[in-house]
């Protein structure tokens, strides 16, 4: 029997994908072809091997600058999270990062890192670490102090008040943050190959657009998020698995 879950996550997409079709048929632009139209291109991509190659050239920035992030970003907000004159020092400089606008940036990352490989993680790293930091940071700083107090009291050290209390008491906000992060480097890995260089994913939508094949161009932009909410659904089971019964999160002081 299909959880309830499920069966909404089932409804929602049908609402959508029948609002697409129906906005297709109207037709609200003549650039907005229907679902399954689109549905149509996108199958033929995939059967003639045009999409696995274009993603064997996305998933490179993609992956490489998910995985800095993701490493760099909570080691980076435990620390701020832990020390008031870390969080003073760095706070402010993910701040700005998280709030600058991405596309004046990319021209500078191009002039300093050319139009390779090195600038496309950078733009992935810029888009995903701000979120993943700052996350860690705020939930490792508000974790309550009676649990650290209480390990303290039980003599335990500083390493295991990190290890055994912070982070699993943080960890729900903590994966949240991953998942804001990751979304929002698959946003970054797509704007720096319609930005810097037509590769991948983003080739075929550029290609497909300046053709005027628009079922390909939303084939390529549906199949992008489809990954990304795949990938978060196992990021979510993951979590599930690693701390299960502390995925309610806590309350402070």
């Not at 888009?127 to 940071?137: E, G, R, S, Y």
Request: hydrophobic fraction near 55%; include cysteine.
């Amino acid at each position: 029997m299909p959880s309830r879950s499920f069966l909404l996550k089932v409804l929602s997409s049908a609402i959508v994908f029948g609002a697409w079709e129906i906005a297709g048929r109207i037709p609200v632009s003549y650039a907005f072809p229907t679902f399954l139209e689109s549905m149509q291109a996108l199958v033929a991509l995939t059967l003639d091997g045009t999409l696995f190659a274009a993603y064997a050239e996305t998933l490179r920035p993609l992956v490489l600058g998910v995985l800095i992030s993701s490493f760099l970003g909570i080691a980076l907000g435990l620390w701020i999270g832990l020390s008031a004159r870390f969080d003073w020092l760095f706070s402010p400089i993910f701040i700005v990062m998280q709030a600058a606008p991405l596309a004046a940036l990319i021209p500078l990352l191009v002039m300093a890192y050319g139009i390779g490989l090195t600038s496309k993680v950078f733009v992935v790293c810029i888009m995903a670490m701000p979120v993943i930091v700052l996350n860690t940071a705020g939930a490792v700083r508000n974790t309550p102090s009676s649990l650290k107090e209480m390990a303290r009291a039980f003599l335990g050290s500083r390493r295991d008040v990190i290890l055994k209390v912070i982070l699993p008491a943080a960890s729900p906000i903590i994966f949240s943050g991953l998942r804001l992060g990751i979304s929002a480097g698959f946003i970054g890995a797509i704007l720096s190959e319609l930005k810097i260089t037509p590769t991948g994913v983003g080739d075929i939508i550029t290609y497909s657009r300046s053709i005027a094949d628009y079922p390909s161009m939303y084939a390529a932009i549906f199949s992008i998020i489809l990954l990304a909410v795949l990938f978060l659904n196992l990021l979510e089971k993951i979590e599930l698995h690693l701390f299960r019964g502390n995925n309610r999160g806590y309350v402070t002081d």
